[in-house]
């Protein structure tokens, strides 16, 4: 998995999307664009990952599409609609689109895994030149702790009841997906 970090700038929100797809499936990766506000870390979308490739594995996904299913597990909600608000949207905002060529099978081997890196650094790479890409930039690092919290309903309660990490809790919120299905 990799991540481009970047500010978008999208005037139509269905082309977009459809170029994201497009991209993927030239490049042979799934590709998936998150509001970075919405996001706790690198590895809340790794998680999300790994427990959508599990579902699909065990035939229990809810989407027919790998990366609206990451999505769900990243948002941790079982319905679309409302997992998209962690999406992006027209207008302009930070971003983290994500790029994963290494599909449901974990059992790679080396070549393949090589295969798979390169796949994602050329996705990476073109998305780099779509016009909606106005910067390419760190955008994990400012966290929006008041965004989280809400979205994940972590409370203030919950939050002084322990010392984990925000990213900890957040990707608490995303396994527990499995346990709600």
């Known amino acids: 998995m990799d991540l481009l970090e970047c500010r978008l700038a999208i005037d139509d929100l269905d082309s977009f999307v459809a170029d994201l797809g497009a991209i993927g499936d030239r490049h042979g990766t799934t590709v998936q664009a998150f509001d970075a506000r919405y996001v706790a870390d690198r590895a809340h979308l790794e998680r999300a990952v790994e427990l959508a490739d599990r579902a699909i594995e065990r035939g229990e996904n809810v989407a027919r599409d790998r ?3 990451i999505l769900l597990y990243a948002a941790g909600r079982r319905q679309i609609d409302r997992a998209l608000e962690m999406g992006v949207d027209e207008g302009g905002g930070p971003a983290v689109i994500l790029v994963d060529g290494t599909g449901e099978n974990e059992d790679k081997n080396e070549t393949e895994e090589t295969a798979a890196a390169d796949a994602e650094a050329a996705t990476i790479e073109t998305l780099g030149d779509l016009d909606a890409v106005v910067g390419i ?7 929006d702790r008041e965004t989280i919290h809400t979205f994940f309903s972590i409370t203030d309660a919950e939050r002084s009841a322990t010392d984990a990490s925000l990213g900890a809790l957040v990707r608490e919120r995303v396994a ?3 346990v709600q299905k």
Do not use: K, R, S
């Open 67 to 69: 990366a609206v299913e």
């Open 137 to 143: 930039e760190p955008t994990l690092d400012a966290v």
């Open 176 to 178: 527990l997906l499995e």
